[in-house]
């Protein structure tokens, strides 16, 4: 699938130098033997910094990173069999991994005196409720306890409905509401109702609160002084900015956050908010959300995370995501097509159909390894899905026969396609040289199998040929 | 209420501003704008969210013009301020509603938790004031109490809300709503839909197609189509912006959450990036809390001319480590 995108875009250009992408193009520049030195390694720490700057991690949490990370690359021997650029990249990726907690989810902390208190806290609009909902699913399902949900919002209008209905939806309990209540009171009747209705969790929504609103700080640590929560969550949008190390902090020392929930993990950003949540509050990232829907609620992977941090893909994200969008049935029998080499036209246009269903290009094209560096190239105005609608309205005005064979398509069946489909026979040759380069990738990828495919990343499914001089650039 | 617009503005920027501004003192104080100079300034406005760009140019412009000159704080501000007015300016444009298009069309988008239905509740009071005859639809039929959350707001500011039945199709509701906007000689319809993420084209589409059914009524709507951007957003900002833009040719922003922490350098970014008018900036949760955008004040707010200097020494290597606001 992955070749296809770089054929529909890119046509018959050369892709082998952009894809070595962002990091991989300065670590290619290093010495190609011996013990790195200061300055090749300075050199690949500047782009490291920059990739994590546009991913949203805070300065000082980038800064720090790049020292530890640069002591501990300087003088490390590079052996014969891997290149200095994969050295690098590989203590920089485990560098990171670390700092995001390592491997290993963290689960959520349920060792108290049922009722167990959970406290959710955040800023606006951070997904605090949502989140209440998903965990409450999760523990009535997953864990079989039995759940209650409180909404401690008494702020924004209608929160305390939105969390009643999302608990029915959960198929969870929520605690009535009575007007008028503050929140300290409504967290002392929802932990009394706990007691008394032999509840194992009540999961505490507040009110989203500016880190700097004094106020409702003394009021959130009000509540955690009325209930002692076994866990509170600090709830955050994978879209936050340099803030982020701000609003840790103020909950961190006004609250004592336990644990990270970060939230949005399906949009397209690179998430540096949960390296920077990670190091100043210490508290491990327990779950991430990702969808709307109440099951949308999923484990933390920190390699999934560096790796997106550092503009290296999400590729494991991208097969979610293509499994979640894409039309199973058709999937499998592409693939399966795919796997005995039968990859015929039809499949392809079947594939066009669901890649135009997976939303905006260069969203995909994020998570793939190595794009950022390419989207820049191409700038935004070739990212257009027009060359899709070309394509498909090519394979239309084939017979069913030249969409099973397309060796049979000739000059003179080249001349009517393109007339029928309005194109022109250069844009029918462009499309089927794509489709012949596009069954040799699948070959390749048949080989080298999904676990190769993210060892070695793209590079591995280009042609082998020899690199075109001078490696033409792109855009 | 004159008071409250720029004590109020200046409360949320100056908090944005504590820390740049403090951080430049720190730098800048009787110093030498030298390469090391330099690098910890790109640094302090990347911290601001300003964005890799912006900030390398704002270096370069300085690097030309000052290089090596013994420079004060003061100037630096001055000239940062300068700099950043000048990149907002020609964005600085308020949203007014046309009298010819009656009513006028608003429909508001954004990813999920950035504050749309807030904001369309202070515009409703906003123009309700000016003496607009303002409706609003409760275009989210997705998210749980959506529709109440708009209806508790329509009692607040005292604008009839238009909403159906849940889960109802928003298209539908928009189509519905106009045409009973239009009879009842409404001057403004503000549509509020279901927040969502930008890369996700199915729900892209249903905004779309919003679009296309009211333009089956009147092909003229919608008049604008407001993003509204929370100011703690990163830079994946600029990815929200241009895909919303491509897909439903929004023509403003209105920023969100600007009494928080964070800067909101971001809308700079933004403003280098695309030029599209930032109409105004949500600075609270109270119905009077949305003001007019303006360029200066933000500038000045964000770089902060009269925040205490820190003191010039020492202070540069813990600033650097990112002490919060």
Known sequence: MFAQWRDIFWGERPLFEALSGKLSGVFDGLAKRGALSEADVAEAMREVRLAMLDADVALPVVKDFVTKVRERAVGHEVLDSISPGQAVAKIVNDALIDALGGAGAVPLNLNAVPPVPILMVGLQGSGKTTTSGKIALRLATRERKKVLLASLDTQRPAAQLQLQQ????????????????????????????????????????TAGRLSIDEALMNEVREIRAET???????????????????????????????????????????????????????????????????????EFHPERVAGRILGLGDIAGLVEKAADTLDHEESEKIALKMMQGKFDLDDYAAQIRQIAKMGSLSGILDMLPGMGKVKQALGDKDLDTSVLKRHQAIISSMTRAERKTPAIIKASRKKRIAAGSGSTVQDVNRLLKQFDDMSTMMKRINKLGMKGLMRQGMSALMPKGPKPPGGRPFG | MALGFFSRLKAGLSRSTQKLGGGIAAVFTRRKLDDAALEELEDLLIAADLGPNVAARVIESFRSSRFGTEVTDEEIRTALAAEIARVLEPVAVPFVPDPQHRPHVALVVGVNGN????????????????????????GDTFRAAAVEQLQVWGDRVGAPVIAGPPNADAAGLAFDALKRARAEGADLLLIDTAGRLH???ALMEELAKIIRVMRKFDETAPHSVLLVLDATTGQNAIEQVRVFKELVNVTGLIVTKLDGSARGGIVVALADTFGLPVHAVGVGEQAEDLRPFSAEAFANGLVGPSIRLSSPDGDEKKDGEGDPA
């Open chain 1, 166 to 205: 999302l608990a029915e939806r959960a198929g969870v309990p929520s605690l009535p509401i009575v007007p008028g209540q503050t929140p300290v009171e409504i967290a002392r009747r929802a932990m009394d109702t706990g007691r008394r209705e032999g509840f194992d969790v009540v999961i505490l929504d």
């Open chain 1, 228 to 298: 002692s929560p076994a866990e509170t969550l600090l709830v955050v949008d994978a879209m936050t900015g340099q803030d982020a190390v701000n609003t840790a902090r103020a909950f961190n020392e006004a609250v004592g956050v336990t644990g990270v929930v970060m939230t949005r993990m399906d949009g397209d950003a690179r998430g540096g908010a949960a390296l920077s949540m990670r190091a100043v509050t210490g508290a491990p990232i327990k779950l991430t959300g990702s969808g709307e829907k109440l099951d949308a609620l999923e």
């Open chain 2, 115 to 138: 504050g749309k239905t807030t904001t369309i509740g202070k515009m409703a009071r906003f123009y309700g004031e000016q003496g607009l005859k303002v409706m609003m639809v409760a």
């Open chain 2, 199 to 201: 890369n996700k084209g």
